[in-house]
């Protein structure tokens, strides 16, 4: 199997893209990306931030020169202009290069709003691993950090640097913490966790403008002038997708590129065989609502990734709509959530019933464990949505109701759902158990 | 709802049930022990020994004036003698009590085999809150213990005691630890561990005799003359079904009392509408062989008790066939087991694949992690068994698996399966999924 495949981003998807076909076929493969570096783990930032992780190059999968030493041909700190459709080429600073399959791949940016004094120096974004180095010199000489944002990386910057010991002060116009991932009731347990870790948590409320001369000196913060010498602005993130938009590529209402189930791309509606995308600047079809969303998780790019290396290798693969399962940490705190939130529910015209519970992660006599919060989401007597707060033992529960979900579990199958038990690591039943009898109950009362 | 309640047995069903008909009804609720303690966490024991649970007293949930206050007539240190079935009477020590409905929870006792020296002082079992007691006395001059047995009890003392600092030797005559609920290849990562914490480990050999004048000083193992001041006995256990056969109610091939869906209890072939049996002295379903077995977990014990409860109430509950997910803590590792083993599998003549991995806990740059090793047992595509060790997370993978088998999952599912990732809880993508890959480039490789 031979052919020229040209790949643009060397993040998790290009990398593992690259990685698959060299190993599995002779195709030629270059690599193009703007940033100096290839694949890093972009979800450990925060913990070097924190120090528990101890140097940025840690983070790195693999130096660049081993994709090379893989006969990859990698070209960092390289742009590229213009996919030219018509002739199968790319137009870069680099040259011209023809491809017989085309993987975008290109990431996102982050999202800064047009607030006055976002230019001012001391004022960050944390994306890359060079935001990272940057914020974290920028922190030696810090007395008090702003981050605007409190989704899943201003809320885990928050919890890193209170752990480190640095006066945050964590601002957010919606009027919980975790907006996107949890309902008001769970992310009341993650705000409350940061308050305790000291953070000056300001939810339900605008940052008007971020002030000073040349280094930033406050931010207005409502009517409040928050002192900051250092701001990090943690306001989401926007699909790259304006190369495929500018060569003709179908973009869809997330701002993403449209994509099959093949992880094939549309050019002007047909769908082109031999150009994929993948990762935060595609879209792909929500498991719960049939709607296309874009999934910023490492572990779905890694998915796609796998999906688009066979596909190229002509294997038929297909990606099947997502329920991206998230998890993230928060100083102490563990959070997760897959499936809908009350929220999307509500806007999806979803009529839903929940169930919580409040338990332990360990036997009540045993020491080290924490509370463990769940909070289960029915559509009729199905599962649609979970949502897990504790101090350890979330990333797997949920994980197992991620798995719940896509296979059709209903409330009766939580019920019959047999877990284990030893004091050390989980009370006598789990508090899964209790939030499915919780809804049941509710749902025999709407009967 | 009014009626006589016999209750024999204040374990973990016992008082479930007791607790559910006072809470419910008003039915009259007799509960009679030969143990002079209601309900408390056996399987708490060994973490007292280990000294990280401090006290004993910690372990009972409830004192039993608390039942007495709800009004429950609890007889504690009773023998009962006889069921009259025919005239719905219990004969006991404290005298003759009619029934309208029985629960017959009279638990297990450990299985000692016939060595010699076994009456000897300082030999133990670990069953009781007595026998806990009393070995922690008598391990305050001991200098070095003998463990006969390797199973969940044999193993979790022998890493207590380990951590504790305590010269310990496990013997098991089957050539493996865990030989009921691990594979060969995933109990050798215990026994290492057990290794590394300095236990004399020794499979496939057996216990000769127990030697000494009137206290134990060593044990006979194979060739081996072992020294040993406290010698616990950890070979297994019996169910109490005894006072059920002589009252005429049908034993199974376990030893336990036959129940049907409803754990109602057989008289001569004909099962009864108001007589029940769970936990450890009765038999239930095994939901991969379909055959009856006894399940030793208080989880199980719990679930049980909710259902005769509900039955007693005439809510007509179903205890389905059960997969008993089971889970040890041995030292710093924890094994866990769902489903059969690849020995069960062969004993009951199905044909099986697995799938195997061996990953981490955390990224490979975040402190504090451990290495995690699964195995999956499929046969045909289907799930049917899964074994986790690691220093965490095993409790919730083996409950998802639990989950995926019950939901009847295939090796695709598992394939498609989304997990969630953080750095400091998990890797990018679950070691699950690779040990379903593996299994999966088996299938292949055989088809």
């Known amino acids: 199997m031979t052919g020229k495949v040209v ?8 990398m593992t893209v690259a990685t698959y076909l060299k190993r599995h076929t002779k195709h030629e493969v270059t690599v193009f990306s703007s940033d100096n570096n290839t694949a890093y783990s972009q979800c450990g930032l925060p913990f070097v931030l924190e120090g528990v992780v101890h140097d940025f190059s840690d983070l790195v999968i693999r130096p660049p020169d081993t994709f090379v030493d893989m006969g990859i041909d990698l070209h960092l700190g390289t742009t590229v202009n213009h996919i030219d459709t018509g002739c199968q080429k790319v137009i870069s600073d680099a040259g011209v290069f023809e491809y017989d399959y085309l993987v975008i791949a290109t990431g996102s940016m982050p999202f800064v709003p047009p607030l006055k004094g976002r230019e001012l120096d001391g004022v960050f974004t944390l994306h890359t691993l060079s935001d ?5 010199r920028s922190m030696k000489d810090s007395s008090s950090v702003v981050i605007i944002g409190a989704g899943g990386i201003g809320a885990e910057v928050a919890g890193s640097l209170a752990l480190r010991g640095i006066a945050v002060t964590l601002v957010e116009a919606i009027p919980q913490v975790l ?31 971020i002030n000073g001369l040349n280094h930033v000196q406050s931010v207005s913060v409502g009517k409040e002038l ?20 500018d060569a003709g590529f179908d973009i869809g209402p997330a701002g993403g590129i449209v994509t099959n189930e ?8 047909e769908f ?30 890694r998915r796609m990734a796998r999906v688009i290396g066979e596909n190229i290798t002509e294997q038929d693969a297909v990606y099947p709509p997502t329920l991206s399962p998230n998890v993230v940490v928060v100083g102490n705190l563990v959070a997760g959530s897959v499936g809908i939130t009350s929220q999307r529910a509500k806007d999806s015209d979803m009529s839903i019933v929940y169930g919580i519970s409040e338990g332990l992660t360990r ?23 979970a949502q897990v707060v504790a101090g350890e033992g979330v990333k797997e529960r949920i994980d197992a109701l991620s798995l719940a979900i896509r296979m059709g579990a209903t409330v009766h199958d939580l019920l019959e759902w047999e877990t284990s038990y030893s004091p050390p690591v989980s009370m006598v039943i789990d508090p899964v158990t209790f939030a499915a009898a919780d809804a049941k109950t509710k749902m025999e009362k709407m009967a």
Chains 1, 2 share one sequence.
């Open 7 to 14: 790949i643009l981003g060397a993040g998790a998807v290009g």
């Open 132 to 136: 990272g180095i940057a914020i974290d």
């Open 179 to 209: 907006p996107l991932t949890l309902d008001p009731d769970m992310a009341l347990l993650v705000q409350q966790h940061l308050t305790s870790l000291g953070v000056n948590v300001r939810t339900g409320v605008q940052v008007d403008s």
């Open 226 to 245: 928050v002192p900051a010498d250092v701001v990090i602005v943690a306001t989401g993130l926007r699909p790259l997708s304006g190369i495929a938009r």
């Open 262 to 269: 093949h992880l094939r791309v549309s050019l002007a509606g």
């Open 272 to 301: 082109q065989d031999n150009v994929y995308a993948g990762g935060e600047c595609a879209e792909v079809i929500d498991f719960i609502t049939d709607s296309p969303f874009i999934s910023r998780l490492g572990s779905a790019a």
């Open 363 to 385: 036997a009540g006599y045993y020491p080290g464990g924490s509370q463990l919060n769940v909070k289960l989401i029915f559509a009729g007597l199905q599962l649609v949505g």
